[in-house]
């Protein structure tokens, strides 16, 4: 008898502790999966990464999120696209995240070819997609055209094209205005465009061709396309020292930025290069370039000691004290999951539809920027507002082996603390002072 009441007890007491535990595993179980997609092995994608684990981190050390009276956590899915040389699978790779990860929503994506693929597969399952990386404008007009379909995708960094064209036209005539000035040159400055062989920068190239003589006066020289993956433009750039040019405008985003760079200081062209090269916005560029980079200006997100927000410097010094880098603009990451949170808080739900709803009115203070998406009565619906008192970006240079602001200069009163003069590089100098 004894021996039977032992056993019952200790049957009750497992029962009871597998009751508990089942109890205690349905709570760690409230989970929100967002995924992370990007070319992990370059550092655009590392930084999608990287902005997105510092967001989860501190999302859920402050206690996760409270939805309808219930408490998650986030979990993210690291996915790599590999999107730098195949849409196809990126296109892939999200079918994956969404149907096999069972991810509820999806952040990242940088290559143009590849996150058309990819917004496509987000939206045949409804999936709510924040674009990180991506800039071609037609990823936001495709919301216009067919609300009803793309409505799950928003922009988060950068702002379209489009405006990326205005801020390198507005950063192009600065520096040369500096040229002219400092060096007393006469006439219309010459200008050679390098971009990569990109969708995305196949419109700015027509842009920057059409505006630049109109705009500021300047004579487009010719444009040069290598490949984004290229190792060596000596080709390119002793074409471009020939052609005269004083100003060469960049559209880089991909790794040939490095060799671009190198190379254009080893040869000593006697050219200042200006515009977009987002490899230039690495802490890792100096000696990827072996100091050849030296002057390099490219737009940028991020600069020490300069506050687009009053958030900005904060996100700065974490990201940097954690992983020892600056960011670059797919960091922006961090901002997309503080939108996306604040959103699901703010409806007390994670229905798809309500949080699209909740998303088109978010008007926050993030780490980039005041994030404002663009209106369903625009164009481009879900896109960054762009300009002073929203989204501006900033530009850097390379001075010495630090990374210095160098624009806006006085856009309509707008100047961020911080921000020095852009200098003129040494090898043009001796070019026009002899």
């Known amino acids: ?18 009751a508990f535990g089942a109890c205690t595993t349905e709570e760690e179980v409230n989970t929100i999966k967002i995924g992370v997609i990007g070319p992990m092995t370059y550092v655009q994608g590392e930084h999608h990464w990287y902005g997105a ?35 196809t699978d990126a296109a892939a790779a999200m079918e994956r995240l969404i149907t096999v990860d069972k991810a509820d929503f999806v952040i990242g994506g940088f290559r143009t070819e590849a996150v058309f693929a990819m917004q496509d597969v987000a939206m045949d399952y409804e ?34 094209n ?9 950063t192009l005539g600065t520096a040369g205005a500096i040229m002219q000035a400092g060096l007393g040159l006469e006439g219309s400055l010459k200008v050679a465009i390098l971009a990569e062989q990109a969708e995305w920068a196949d419109a700015m190239v027509a842009a920057y061709e059409a505006y630049v003589p109109v705009m500021l006066g300047m004579e487009v020289v010719g444009t040069w396309r290598p490949s984004a993956t290229a190792t060596d433009v000596t080709a390119e750039l002793t074409a471009i020292e020939d052609s005269g040019a004083h100003l060469i405008l960049t559209i880089i985003s991909g790794p040939v930025g490095i060799p671009y760079a190198r190379q254009l200081g080893e040869l000593e062209i006697p050219a200042a290069s200006v515009g977009i090269n987002v490899e230039a916005q690495k802490d890792g560029f100096w000696d990827a370039t072996e100091g050849y980079g ?11 000691g300069v506050a687009l927000t009053e958030k900005t410097n904060a996100f700065f010094e974490a990201f940097v004290d ?25 409806a007390d739900t994670l229905d798809t539809d309500a949080l699209v709803t909740e998303l088109e009115k978010t008007d926050r203070k993030g780490a980039g920027a005041r994030l404002v998406f663009m209106g369903t009565d625009t164009d481009t619906p879900h896109d960054v507002t762009y300009g002073p008192g929203y989204a501006t970006g900033i530009a850097t240079q390379w001075q010495d082996g630090e990374m210095k602001a160098v624009w806006p200069w006085d856009w309509d009163g707008l100047t961020y603390e911080g921000t020095v003069m852009w200098q003129i590089p040494d090898r043009v100098i001796n070019k026009y002072t002899q």
Do not use: H, Q
């Open 1 to 18: 008898m004894r021996k039977k009441l032992i056993f019952s007890s200790i049957t009750c007491l497992l029962l009871i502790s597998l």
């Open 53 to 87: 684990t510092m967001a989860r981190d501190e999302i859920n050390d402050a206690g996760g999120i409270t939805v309808d009276g219930k408490d998650y956590t986030i979990e993210l899915i690291k996915t790599d696209s590999n999107e730098m040389l195949s849409p």
């Open 127 to 160: 999936t709510i997609f924040l674009g990180c990386g991506a800039a071609t404008e037609e990823l936001c007009t495709r919301v216009a055209d067919d609300y009803d379909t793309y409505k799950y995708w928003f922009r988060i960094t950068p702002f379209c």
């Open 162 to 170: 489009v405006n990326l064209v205005n801020n390198s036209l507005m």
């Open 294 to 304: 030296n002057y390099e200006t490219t737009l940028n997100t991020y600069a020490e």
């Open 322 to 346: 954690e992983y020892g880098e600056t960011p670059t603009y797919t960091a922006g990451t961090y901002d997309a999951i503080y939108t996306l949170v604040e959103a699901i808080e703010r």
